[in-house]
């Protein structure tokens, strides 16, 4: 059907963006760590420094643009992350789900 087809290619694409939000996330919170242990175990020229905090600065900026870019695909409506990053089972403005409806042949006997 091309409702379902369509419905489906949306929540794909949720979950392509949902996947690629975690991912920045978690090398920003590498970079991070990384440049923290930096400064705080090795004295660095100041030029350094700088570099390292302007890189940084710019990582967090990317992974906040990419996790705002999140819409609802019935609405519009921004998506907002959930503590912990996670994804909210449906928009809070119209319930369009965001996940896949569970295949009957999933469930066990
Ligand atoms: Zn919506």
């Not at 091309?2 to 920045?24: H, K, N, T």
């Not at 020229?45 to 992974?63: F, M, Q, R, S």
């Not at 705002?68 to 403005?93: D, H, K, M, V, Y």
């Amino acid at each position: 059907m091309q409702l379902d087809d369509e419905r489906s290619a949306q929540i794909a694409g949720i979950q392509r963006w949902r996947r690629s939000v975690v991912r920045l996330w978690i090398v920003t919170m590498l970079a991070a760590l990384g440049v923290l242990a930096l400064l705080a175990g090795v004295a660095l020229p100041a030029a350094v420094e700088a570099l390292l905090g302007t890189a940084l600065a710019a990582i967090t900026g990317l992974a906040l643009c990419n996790m705002r870019r999140g819409a609802c695909p019935s609405c519009g409506e921004r998506i907002r992350f959930q503590p912990r990053i996670e994804l909210p089972p449906a928009c809070t403005n119209c319930g369009a789900s965001f996940f896949a409806p569970a295949e009957p042949s999933d469930r066990a006997p």
